[in-house]
């Protein structure tokens, strides 16, 4: 909810609104008001970013409660976690939204357990085949089969990460950490061009799993 309120209240900053996230302790909402012209765009992008919530935030949170994976640092699982999520990212939230849209109200809990099933269905006919011996092997070779198919271009600067039209990504923030590495595997990138310093996590991950599509101007 934090992640949605600020995306909103960024985004529709310039417009004539009032934007409050309020408790009555058992549940959070988000009220976002503006003149009736508006609401159509805060709609559409509102939306969007709930999609964002579900195909990364609670698809994260499932992997995480249902895989173990004794023999993984938490930082190899957090890799393994962060990549099961990009890896049907597009489709996950492409399915997302067709089941957001069009709601008065947007409940984000009852969305994903009534109306999403389907959706879950397939989240655990991928964890079922990750196997609980899971090693550092093959989890490079799974994150190396991602990488190979990456496409879209990053820009890494002082600890952010950029998309193609230079727009700031933090995705990651719904994994529970926002990190570049994070960033870089949700945005499926297929080069890494990073400007300044890089942080040694970053520049180690780039290294190993990007080789000569990571750049360090």
Known sequence: MSYLYGKVRERFSFLPSECQLQTDGDHLELAFKTERAYC??????????????I???????YFEKRLNLPLLSALQKRLLFTALV?????????YAL???CGQKHYCLDGTYHFRLRELTKRWSEVAEYVPVDMGE???DGFLGFLIEDGESKLFVKDGKVYDEEYRLLSRSYLTGK?????????????????????????RSFLKKYYGKKAFFC
């Open 137 to 139: 092997i093959s989890l």
């Open 86 to 94: 990009a890896a049907d990212f597009k489709e996950d939230k492409a």
């Open 55 to 61: 195909a990364v935030g609670y698809k994260y949170a």
């Open 98 to 100: 067709r089941h957001v």
């Open 178 to 202: 926002e990190t570049p590495v994070g960033e870089i595997l949700l945005g499926q990138a297929g080069r890494v061009y990073c400007f300044g310093e890089t942080d040694g996590e970053t």
């Open 40 to 53: 159509p765009y805060v709609r559409r992008f509102a939306e969007d970013t709930i999609a964002d919530v």
